[in-house]
Every structure is written in structure tokens, then in C-alpha cells.
């Protein structure tokens, strides 16, 4: 059969641009500059959107994230194309402080109707936290030293420093410094007039809007800036100078003087950062703003506490010496006893050193001295010491006594009349807040404002209304309203709340201050001769003499005037309270509510 082949266009078939006559759909493609970025949860992080329109593409782009991780958004969450070339717009991707750390790979999806495109983002979410080597800390009024770490712990590449700061501070708390970009020691700062009490601090650390805290507990003491010893005496002005007057045989006074006393209170050349002070009966102890120890004086008990070998000063040729604590321990009090010494740490723990011969650095040895200090074994939450001829009291924070040393009047209050070498608990003795201890006894304040004593009784320095010495906690005599104590040899002293102040004991150098010769007094009686206006904020007391801190910053003294100790130029003594050629002296503040 003969085949005919006809013209397409015959056919009614008409082939129109073969592969080149469908036209192409409008399209786009995307970029992002940068693609990756860090943030810290609850942060943004903006890049650059280049969306290049193809093929006539416009209109209204709509941007989303697809399974995007815990809290990330993006913004804006659409964008308006027009025109042919390449367009720029900023997006910002979002976080939340719920986000989770790590590295994410966000999938951007940009849509208009059907047609879809995606772009990836890196984006590192990442975060540290904090912690504190210490939850708790001691400082003196006017301290400021680092005895903690703070330790910064990045996390999912967090890098760059953090923002160091309290969560609203009391007035006159500060910390340092002010970045860490590393775990490293923090400072923590205490101004003279901070009042003594607890504080709950919290310790901020911020990048951002990332913020991490820890809690710390500080403890502020009150620093003695009055003190009296054997037959000298001390008091300490504003930014840490220290004057003193009275004996000076071994050059306890810290400078030349040209007799062995001087009645004439002059600066210490050889102290002038002290923040805290006590006196012995021929040493002193200085406690300095940045946690260390300064002795003075007399060394036969190694009571100095600078290694082996007498090294006492003179009155022309006074000593100073630094008692070398373990590497990182800072010192929050100081005590003298008579012939021993006493530092308590930032951490509560407590060093001796000088005589031990009756077990009164609560070692748990007898050994005659210690001439460098060592650490009391098993003894720690300590707040306040105190120290008499041959025994040593210890205050914890929660309220309780302890007590080592020599006991043969009861001044231990064990209810027994046995030394014991380390420390023992005083018992059925609660809710004190400061002690103080004479030659053989001991007082104890506490917090309802009245008043115990124990131990040597035989001038009625108990106040209790008896000569009977007593191994056991007894109330003073019609005494309440009590604010603060200290005990002289054989007397004591207490301040009221009004700011007048009441003595008891022995009287045979007028150390009672009343006024009056009839020696001894078993009660407290009124110390006479505080100018009028004026009110105590705290005593001190020597072997005879007392000495109180009035709140302009004056001192006034009475008692034996022997050694000059009085310090109103004379050698006289006095029955009633007369100034000490002193002014300016650093009144500690009133304690916190």
C-alpha cells in the first residue's frame, strides 16, 4: 500500500518555539550575612536577609522557623519585595531565658503561596554559672579582703566577662571587682560604719540579660577602737591611726617615748591601719583592715607571737611584728590575755600563741609557750573572744560559751573546779551575745540585756551580792537594759541602753569610778562624771583602770593614773570619770536592728 506524506501545516499542526516558548515561574533565592551567632538565653541575635527576586517575583514574603528549638522566634515575621534587585532586610532571632543551651541549627523558611525557600542559621545559645568557695564570712567594721573565690563556669562556649555586683547592698557593703571574665578571688569591702549584726548578702553575676546569684552570709563585728591594759591604753581614729599612752617599758605604746610612760596620748608611728585592738598587760594586738596581725610589747611568753627567741621592745626602741597566719587566712578579731594572745579568722576558727603553762590556748597540751600561732583544734562558728589572766573564753554564733584554761576560782563556769586544755562547753548558758573576762572571772551579756558572771568572787565582781566565788553561770544583781561589758582585774563594767554605765567589784584604786571610798561593791553601782548630754558607746577595761568611748568621739577614764594610763597629762588618779586629752576617736556605730 502506497504511503502519502503530507505538510504538517496541512495537517492543522503548528510547532511554536520548541522548547524555548514556555515561560519560566517566578522564583527567589536567599542568604544570610553572618549565618551563625552566640547569645545568652533571653538575647537576641540580628543578621542581614538578602533576598534576590527572579523571573518578575514580588509581594508579601512570609518568614518562619521550622521546629525551631524551646523559645526562639524570628522578627519580623514578614517582608515586602519589590523590584529586581538583590534587597536587604534585618531579622532578629529571638530568645528566652527558658531557650536551652547548646548549638541549634535554626531553618529559616521563606513563603509566598506555594513556593518555599530555606536558609540555615548556627545560633549557640549559651550561658555560665556561678558559685561561691565560701557561703559565709566574718569581717571587723572596716575590712575589706578577699577570702573566697568566685568560680565562673561557662557553658556551651560562653566566653567575654560577667558583671560582678550585690543584689541590693547595705549601705557600706561593696564587692570587687566590679568584671570577672575567670573564676578568681573576690573582695568583699565592710566600711568602719557598718553596725555589727548578720547580713544575707546576694552575689550577682550578669552578661545581658543572663543572670546568675549566689547567697553569702556575712557577719559584721564590732571592732574595739578603745582599749585598756595592764597600765596603758589605746584608741584607734577614723581611717585606721592608732594613739596610745601610759606605761611603755616594753614598748607596747608602738613609739619612742623618753621616759618608760607618758600620760600625754601621742600617735603610734608603728601602727597606722588598725581597725581593732586589745591589750594585755604589757603587749598588744592589732587587727589591721586588710585581715592581718601587728604585736607590740613584751615577748617572755612568746605572748608576740613571731617565732622562737625574746623579742620585746623598749621604750626607745619599740617592735612591730606581723604574725605570719597559714597562706589565705585573714584575721576578723584579735585578744590579749595577760601573757597570751588570740586571733579569730574570717572562717571562725581561732590561733593562740604566748603562754600555755595551765592549757589556756586550748591546745590540749600544757606546754609552757607558743611562740607562733597554732590553730585550736576542733573549735570553729566562732564570733567574739575573750581573755583573762590564765583562762580563755570562745562566743559561738549560736549563742553558746566555751571555755578553756585554768579554773581554780570556777572562771571556766564548768560547774567544776578542773583546767581543761581544750575548749568545753559552758553549760546551761544560751542566747549570748558578747563576752568579756577579767583576771579570774568571766561575764557573759546576754540577749535580753541581762547580765551572768562565774569565778573569782573576793571583791564582788560577780555583782551578784556575794564574796562567793561561783563555777556556774550567776545573775548580776538587779542589773537589765545592758547594751555592752568589759572586766578589769577584779571588777566589771556594764553600759545601759541610756548610755550611762555601772561598775562592781574591787575598788581599791578607784577603778568603780563612783565617787566614793567605800571600797568594794558586791552590786553595780552608778560610774559618775560622764559629761551630761553625752552617752557611752563602749568601755574598756585595764588591771585598775577603765576607760569609756563617748559618742562625739571623746574618751573619758578613771581608776589608777599611775603609768599615766588615764591620759590626761597627770599621774593622778581618779574616783569619778575625767577626759582623756583625746578627740576624734572612731566611734563604732550601733549594733543593727
Known amino acids: 500500500m502506497k504511503k502519502f506524506l503530507l505538510p504538517l501545516a496541512a495537517a492543522g499542526l503548528v510547532l511554536i518555539g520548541c522548547g524555548t516558548q514556555s515561560q519560566s515561574q517566578p522564583n527567589f533565592t536567599l542568604s544570610l550575612n553572618p549565618s551563625s551567632a552566640s547569645v545568652s538565653p533571653g538575647q537576641s541575635a540580628s543578621t542581614t536577609l538578602t533576598l534576590t527576586p527572579q523571573n518578575g517575583f514580588s509581594g508579601t514574603v512570609n518568614l518562619s522557623l521550622q521546629n525551631p528549638p524551646e523559645g526562639v522566634t524570628v522578627s519580623p515575621d514578614t517582608i515586602q519585595v519589590n523590584g529586581t534587585s538583590p534587597q536587604n532586610f534585618t531579622i532578629t532571632f529571638n530568645t528566652t531565658s527558658s531557650t536551652p543551651t547548646g548549638l541549634s541549627t535554626l531553618t529559616l523558611v521563606a513563603a509566598q503561596g506555594s513556593l518555599s525557600k530555606t536558609v540555615s542559621f548556627e545560633l549557640a545559645v549559651t550561658s555560665f554559672n556561678i558559685a561561691l568557695t565560701r557561703s559565709s564570712t566574718l569581717r571587723a567594721q572596716g575590712q575589706s579582703f578577699s577570702d573566697f573565690n568566685l568560680i565562673l563556669t561557662p557553658e556551651a562556649g560562653f566566653s567575654g566577662s560577667v558583671n560582678l555586683s550585690l543584689q541590693s547592698p547595705p ?110 598587760e604589757y603587749h598588744a594586738i592589732a587587727l589591721t583592715s586588710d585581715g592581718r596581725v601587728v604585736t607590740l610589747g613584751r615577748d617572755d611568753y612568746g605572748q608576740l607571737g613571731d617565732g622562737p627567741g625574746d623579742s620585746s621592745g623598749t621604750n626607745s626602741a619599740p617592735n612591730r ?28 576558727t581561732v590561733y ?17 609557750l607558743q611562740e607562733s600561732p597554732a590553730l585550736i583544734p576542733g573549735l570553729s562558728d566562732v564570733i567574739a573572744l575573750a581573755a583573762g589572766d590564765d583562762h580563755t573564753l570562745a562566743l559561738k554564733a549560736d549563742g553558746s560559751v566555751w571555755a578553756w584554761g585554768d579554773n581554780p576560782n570556777g572562771e571556766l563556769g564548768t560547774g567544776d573546779n578542773t583546767p581543761y586544755s581544750v575548749p568545753t ?32 568572787n573576793n571583791h564582788g565582781q560577780l555583782g551578784n551580792g556575794s564574796n562567793t566565788n561561783s563555777n556556774v553561770p550567776v545573775a548580776v544583781t538587779g542589773l537589765t537594759d545592758v547594751v555592752g561589758i568589759a572586766a578589769g582585774y577584779e571588777f566589771t563594767l556594764a553600759v545601759l541602753s541610756d548610755g550611762s554605765v555601772k561598775a562592781w567589784g574591787h ?87
Do not use: C, M
Open 507 to 593: 575598788d581599791d584604786s578607784f577603778q568603780l569610778g563612783n565617787g566614793a571610798t567605800t571600797g568594794d561593791q558586791t552590786t553595780p553601782v552608778d560610774v559618775q562624771g560622764i559629761p551630761a548630754g553625752r552617752s557611752v558607746r563602749s568601755l574598756a577595761a585595764g588591771i585598775f583602770h577603765a576607760l569609756a568611748l563617748l559618742d562625739d568621739g571623746s574618751v573619758v577614764a578613771w581608776g589608777s593614773n599611775v603609768e599615766g594610763q588615764l591620759g590626761d597629762g597627770t599621774n593622778n588618779s581618779s574616783d569619778t570619770a575625767k577626759a582623756v586629752s583625746i578627740t576624734g576617736v572612731q566611734v563604732p556605730p550601733n549594733p543593727a536592728p
Open 425 to 456: 562547753a559552758v553549760p546551761n548558758l544560751t542566747g549570748v551575745k558578747s563576752i568579756a573576762a577579767g583576771g579570774n572571772h568571766s561575764v557573759a551579756l546576754l540577749a535580753d540585756g541581762t547580765v551572768r558572771t562565774w569565778g573569782f
Open 352 to 368: 593562740a600563741w604566748g603562754r600555755n603553762n595551765v592549757g589556756q590556748l586550748g591546745l590540749g597540751t600544757t606546754t609552757a
Open 171 to 280: 549601705s557600706g557593703i561593696s564587692i570587687s571587682p566590679a568584671s570577672l571574665s575567670a573564676s578568681g578571688p573576690v573582695t568583699l569591702s565592710v566600711d568602719r560604719t557598718v553596725p555589727e549584726g548578720v547580713y544575707n548578702l546576694i552575689v550577682q553575676a550578669s552578661s545581658g540579660n543572663l543572670t546568675r546569684t549566689a547567697p553569702l552570709t556575712l557577719r559584721v563585728l564590732r571592732a574595739n577602737t578603745l582599749a585598756a591594759g595592764g597600765y596603758f591604753s589605746t584608741a584607734i581614729k577614723p581611717n585606721g591611726p592608732v594613739w596610745s599612752w601610759g606605761n611603755n617599758t616594753y614598748g607596747q605604746l608602738g613609739r619612742v617615748t623618753t621616759n618608760t610612760s607618758d600620760s600625754t596620748p601621742t600617735q603610734a608611728s608603728l601602727i597606722n591601719d588598725a581597725v581593732s585592738i586589745s591589750l594585755g
Open 321 to 348: 611584728h606581723e604574725i605570719t597566719l597559714p597562706a589565705g587566712v585573714k584575721a576578723v578579731a584579735v585578744q590579749a590575755g595577760r601573757y597570751h594572745s588570740l586571733a579569730l579568722t574570717s572562717e571562725g
